[in-house]
């Protein structure tokens, strides 16, 4: 971000406050069509006015709640620090730009531009009201945060994660397909975890008919943990009536397959932003084979099994200039296994 003095703050006094708004937009829900937003306000000396969040569909955004906990007025000639470009349209509330020109601010600093195509345009209806507005403080951090929200708001369609657990040698099953358990306790309650922070969970007909999964989300005592993710069933193959997924939580969604994006658009227009795969290889490499993997969450267990159950099956790749490269996201331990996750290379 450049020109820093034209909101009359210093860029290590604009570093903390965004980082501040990033810290406090952890506090929001993380499923969901609307995005994780923090602000943060502050007076021409740098001293915090009022903080706010955004706490899901239907409430505040997160510059309105601080707004809020400030006497009229009180705002007058503030810099507003916020993780997203302020929204320009109405939805369940009002525009947030609409709120900051009428509180009279002086200037706002945000980090991601607002891709949406109806709540774009915050930044130029500041400036058109005299506000000074700059973009892009800790984009690359900022960006990172609300990587599965601009994924559905750039795309049209949820941010994909495909889980697999494994041996060192690439399998997932032993030759008979038995699987369980292949990694220990402590990297299957993370996957619990996982799966309780996305909207839906997605495996195939021949997983559902193989091993009978609840596909809940689960605490280490076997409990139903707060959130639940709603089971998604790929296939055309006829589940029986006693199948455990059809005693969830949620209201199982069912489809063919035989249209990948038509389904993540689908899911999309119901609300649903982030999809964990935990499907065999067949839905796996389908997924990967189109395209339409952002994230790979990957256990290693230090085991070898060989035989015929790998992981992914074709992946459409046919020469070595073809193969899938991913960068490293993260790599961590757990117990005696290996959590790695990694996002597609881009260039």
């Given at each position: 971000?450049?020109?820093?003095?034209?909101?009359?703050?210093?860029?290590?006094?604009?570093?903390?406050?965004?980082?501040?708004?990033?810290?406090?937009?952890?506090?929001?829900?993380?499923?969901?069509?609307n995005p994780r937003v923090g602000c943060v306000i502050m007076?021409?000396?740098?001293?915090?006015?009022?903080?706010?969040?955004?706490?899901?569909?239907?409430?505040?955004?997160?510059?309105?709640?601080?707004l809020s906990k400030l006497d009229p007025g009180a705002a007058?000639?503030?810099?507003?620090?916020?993780?997203?470009?302020?929204?320009?349209?109405?939805?369940?509330?009002?525009?947030?730009?609409?709120?900051?020109?009428?509180?009279?601010?002086?200037?706002?600093?945000?980090?991601?531009?607002?891709?949406?195509?109806?709540?774009?345009?915050?930044?130029?209806?500041?400036?058109?009201?005299?506000?000074?507005?700059?973009?892009?403080?800790?984009?690359?951090?900022?960006?990172?945060?609300?990587?599965?929200?601009?994924?559905?708001?750039?795309?049209?369609?949820?941010?994909?994660?495909?889980?697999?657990?494994?041996?060192?040698?690439?399998?997932?099953?032993?030759?008979?397909?038995?699987?369980?358990?292949?990694?220990?306790?402590?990297?299957?309650?993370?996957?619990?975890?996982?799966?309780?922070?996305?909207?839906?969970?997605?495996?195939?007909?021949?997983?559902?008919?193989?091993?009978?999964?609840?596909?809940?989300?689960?605490?280490?005592?076997?409990?139903?943990?707060?959130?639940?993710?709603?089971?998604?069933?790929?296939?055309?193959?006829?589940?029986?009536?006693?199948?455990?997924?059809?005693?969830?939580?949620?209201?199982?969604?069912?489809?063919?397959?035989?249209?990948?994006?038509?389904?993540?658009?689908?899911?999309?227009?119901?609300?649903?932003?982030?999809?964990?795969?935990?499907?065999?290889?067949?839905?796996?490499?389908?997924?990967?084979?189109?395209?339409?993997?952002?994230?790979?969450?990957?256990?290693?267990?230090?085991?070898?099994?060989?035989?015929?159950?790998?992981?992914?099956?074709?992946?459409?790749?046919?020469?070595?200039?073809?193969?899938?490269?991913?960068?490293?996201?993260?790599?961590?331990?757990?117990?005696?296994?290996?959590?790695?996750?990694?996002?597609?290379?881009?260039?």
């Open positions: 971000m450049s020109n820093n003095a034209a909101v009359g703050l210093d860029r290590p006094v604009l570093h903390t406050a965004m980082l501040r708004a990033l810290e406090l937009a952890t506090l929001g829900a993380a499923t969901g069509v007076n021409a000396h740098g001293d915090t006015l009022a903080e706010g969040w955004h706490r899901g569909a239907g409430t505040r955004h997160a510059e309105v709640d601080a007058r000639g503030s810099t507003v620090v916020v993780t997203l470009e302020p929204c320009n349209h109405v939805g369940r509330t009002g525009p947030c730009a609409l709120a900051l020109i009428e509180a009279d601010v002086a200037s706002v600093v945000y980090s991601v531009t607002d891709p949406g195509e109806h709540s774009c345009g915050g930044a130029e209806r500041l400036r058109a009201a005299g506000i000074k507005v700059q973009g892009g403080l800790l984009a690359e951090e900022g960006e990172s945060f609300l990587c599965d929200w601009l994924v559905a708001a750039r795309l049209g369609r949820p941010f994909v994660t495909l889980k697999w657990a494994s041996s060192l040698d690439g399998r997932a099953a032993a030759a008979d397909g038995s699987s369980r358990w292949i990694t220990g306790p402590a990297a299957r309650l993370d996957v619990h975890r996982r799966r309780a922070a996305c909207d839906t969970i997605l495996v195939g007909t021949g997983t559902v008919l193989a091993d009978d999964p609840a596909l809940t989300a689960r605490d280490a005592n076997g409990g139903l943990l707060a959130r639940q993710p709603v089971p998604v069933v790929v296939g055309r193959r006829e589940l029986p009536a006693s199948a455990a997924l059809r005693n969830h939580p949620q209201q199982p969604l069912f489809f063919d397959g035989l249209d990948l994006s038509g389904l993540l658009a689908d899911l999309h227009g119901r609300g649903l932003r982030s999809v964990f795969i935990e499907g065999g290889p067949t839905v796996a490499s389908a997924f990967v084979a189109a395209g339409l993997v952002d994230e790979y969450l990957i256990y290693l267990a230090p085991t070898l099994i060989g035989g015929p159950r790998l992981a992914t099956t074709d992946l459409g790749v046919s020469t070595i200039g073809e193969q899938r490269r991913l960068s490293i996201h993260s790599l961590d331990r757990l117990g005696d296994d290996i959590r790695l996750v990694a996002r597609p290379l881009t260039t």
